[in-house]
């Protein structure tokens, strides 16, 4: 059967979505089910199997791109395998001492550092040595290893991480210990720190190369059992992908080939905050930069978008684990349409961070949850339809609602329970607020030139409230604000990044050596690229250089020349620190032109273009009618004092160009935008409707 369909596919906390695009006609269908934390797999394929049945033959889908978090969540609560580590001898001690970092409070005199990934019972010291250039020292003691490796598994290990002084100079010792692990331990994961982070800094190698042991043999698992289950539903595409945390997707098989695991650590905030960049490129009259905000059923992510392009990091804390790989710059809070509200002991309302999820979910589900959440305070304030939650597919229980707000929040209070709803929104909406000022705060960002990007389900709900907060006047809701994540996985391409190492003053560094250095980088990169059925030739390539003052404790990420065309010169490296000194005194405020420079580590990212979703403007003209056509009206409380009547519109029937005031509500399967009484709406050619803030 002819190739039609393209499918991407996001697992969120209570939901799983699914954006079907045909290729032919460039129309997009959405479908919403309920996510299985348990085995989130299966989530994905009751999604494909409503598809299948509403007429989508399963052979002619030929793409299938997947956001999870699953790799996440198992980290978040401490679900990984049993590791074992093998470290230099005489630095068994850097797991423990770290980098002497409190979280950010120094002044903790009870503070305590998470638990050891691999404990020092399951540590071995293995007698080796390389110096800062790779010189070999004291050999690899082999007999070490291969004991080391039967006590560990006789330990019961799963997965064991390998991590070697300057290993990322000389990856040989590391390598030959793999394969004498795999010969006393068959089927046990390997990672080596060669691999998942060939850079300098101990730490941060050792605690990013321990989150990939922990994590690996639960995402190959998870892919395993989803491929097995693709299989049997008919899906026959080799084209199956997982986006990661830069941005980008990398095939099923570079996965589970190992060492990529803590690259998909925000694969699913990551989605959305590429479909806000790639759509800014796209839409002639976007605004380039954005602020979004994707409000789902547990947390809300926040990202930037700059002159179309996401902000992106280098370095990162997760569920206080050091993972230092490029990801896009986010923030997450837990502030989700699940978050659950409380009164605590001190008589304080509060909201989070704990979350209702899929299962039971909020109470106005009706499967059992009894704790009143962000939802059920949204569907007593008159701002979600009971009977047409996802279309009317899922009915929501008003009274349900009503009577946990009351027992769990409203009695404590002693107040109504509009007032008690109100309240849980007023919370959740300046808490949103804040993360977004202080991020923007730590990034240089002025907000007044931004539009908020609201997605997720409950993202529209509470976009203009968190505006109003910010003193930002323009949102732009998309289309399928509910399922934007999904279509993010149909609006990006493969992305590799490749990091080595090697510590030496800029003006040391020949243009040959540098030259050298990043030809080493591209050819693992081509490698890698065909063993996954690609062709390097279809690549762009970007070269970068982390440069850093002399003396500095921290660098900064500078770029060649972008796509890279041609041969590094003399000049190419003057270039380099030019554009150094340029981005320090960006982002820091001052440069030092006079001080002597260092490069730290070559970055190349590889990126091969795979066929994407582009947005269709509609053909200018007026409206068959100014103002659409009310569907009903319904009292909703904005303060949780006095109700106001909301006019009510179907998202599908609007036209492009119509306008309307609020306060109203715009209703569609997928999502609910709240329209405040100082806001008006517009249509815009691309079906985004613009919501401006009007004077009082």
């Keep these: 059967m002819t190739a039609r369909y393209r499918l991407g596919v996001d697992v969120g906390g ?3 979505d699914l954006v079907l695009l045909d290729v032919a006609t460039g129309a997009l269908r959405v479908e919403k089910v309920p996510s299985t934390p348990d085995n989130p797999a299966i989530g994905v394929l009751n999604g494909i199997t409503n598809f299948v049945r509403s007429g989508v033959p399963a052979e002619a889908i030929d793409f299938f791109a997947h956001g999870t978090t699953i790799a996440t969540n198992a980290l978040l609560e401490m679900r990984g395998a049993k590791v074992g580590l093998l470290i230099t001898k005489g630095y068994r001690a850097v797991q423990e001492i770290q980098n002497q970092a409190r979280d950010g409070n120094l002044f903790d005199y009870f503070y305590s550092k998470p638990e050891p990934i691999a404990p020092q019972s399951l540590t071995r010291e293995i007698p080796e040595r390389c110096d800062y250039q790779g010189n070999v020292l004291v050999p690899l003691d082999c007999e070490a290893v291969s004991s080391a490796a039967r006590e560990l598994r006789s330990a019961g290990v799963q997965s064991i991480a390998i991590c070697y002084l300057f290993s990322f100079m000389n990856p040989a010792h590391e390598e030959e210990t793999r394969k004498l692990v795999e010969a006393e331990c068959p089927g046990i994961a390997v990672s080596l720190s060669c691999e998942v982070l060939p850079r300098l800094r101990e730490w941060p190698r050792l605690s990013t190369t321990l989150v990939n042991a922990y994590l690996e043999p639960v995402l190959v698992g998870y892919i395993a059992h989803l491929n097995a289950g693709l299989d049997r539903a008919g899906i026959t595409t080799p084209q199956r992908f997982l986006m990661q945390s830069n941005g980008g997707v990398m ?6 080939a190992g060492g990529k695991t803590v690259h998909t650590l925000l694969s699913g905030p990551a989605a959305g905050a590429q479909a806000s960049a790639h759509l800014a490129r796209a839409e002639s009259g976007l605004a380039l930069d954005l602020v979004t905000l994707d409000m789902g059923g547990t947390s809300a992510d926040i990202a930037f978008i700059e002159g179309g392009a996401p902000l992106e990091v280098t370095e990162g ?15 997450t809070i ?13 008589g304080f309302l509060v909201v989070g961070p704990h979350s209702a999820g899929a299962d039971p979910g909020p109470a106005c589900y009706g499967r059992g949850g009894e704790r009143p959440t962000v939802t059920d305070a949204d569907l007593a304030c008159g701002f979600l339809n009971p009977d047409y939650f996802l279309g009317g597919a899922q009915k929501l229980d008003l009274a349900a609602a009503q009577a946990a707000l009351q027992r769990h929040v409203a009695e404590p209070l002693n107040t109504g329970v509009i007032e008690a709803a109100a309240g849980i929104r007023r919370i959740v909406d300046i808490r949103m607020a804040d993360e977004v000022r202080v991020f923007a705060a730590k990034r240089g960002v002025d907000l007044a030139s931004f539009t908020l990007l609201p997605f997720g389900g409950a993202g529209a709900v509470h976009a203009a409230a968190v505006a ?5 006047r323009r949102i732009l809701v998309p289309p399928r604000p509910g399922a934007f994540s999904a279509l993010g996985l149909l609006c990006t391409d493969v992305v ?7 510590l030496r003053p800029l003006s040391d560094v020949t243009a040959d050596h540098a030259e050298a250095t990043f030809a080493g980088l591209e050819a693992k990169a081509r490698g890698e690229l065909a063993d996954e059925g690609m062709n390097a030739a279809d690549a762009g390539w970007w070269r970068e250089l982390d440069l850093r003052y002399a003396g500095q404790g921290y660098e900064l990420r500078t770029p060649l020349h972008g796509l890279y065309v041609g041969r590094i010169d003399a000049a190419t490296l003057k270039d380099a620190r030019h554009r150094f000194d340029e981005r320090h005194a ?6 030092a032109k006079d001080r002597p420079v260092e490069i730290v580590s070559y970055r190349l990212r590889v990126r091969v273009a795979v066929p994407k979703y582009e947005p269709h403007a509609e053909p200018p003209g007026a409206p068959s009618q100014a103002a659409p056509d009310r569907k009903g009206e319904r009292t909703v409380y904005f ?6 009547p909301a006019a009510l519109y179907e998202w599908d029937a609007l036209d492009v160009g119509m306008t309307l005031a609020g306060p109203a509500i715009i209703e569609q399967f997928d999502a609910t935008t709240v329209i405040p009484a100082l806001w008006r709406a517009e249509v815009d050619r691309y079906r985004n409707l613009i919501l401006t803030r009007r004077e009082a």
């Design 14 to 16: 209570t939901h799983t």
């Design 251 to 256: 095939p099923f098989t570079a996965a589970i």
């Design 317 to 331: 804390v997760i569920s206080r684990r050091q993972i230092d790989v490029p990801a896009l710059d986010m923030t």
């Design 334 to 346: 837990s502030a989700g349409g699940g978050s659950i509200a409380a009164v605590d002991g001190g």
């Design 468 to 472: 109003e907060e910010l003193g930002m």
């Design 496 to 502: 590799h990044d490749y990091v080595r190492s090697e």
């Design 586 to 591: 960006q982002i820091h405020g001052h440069a």
């Design 639 to 644: 303060d949780g004092a006095t109700g106001m």
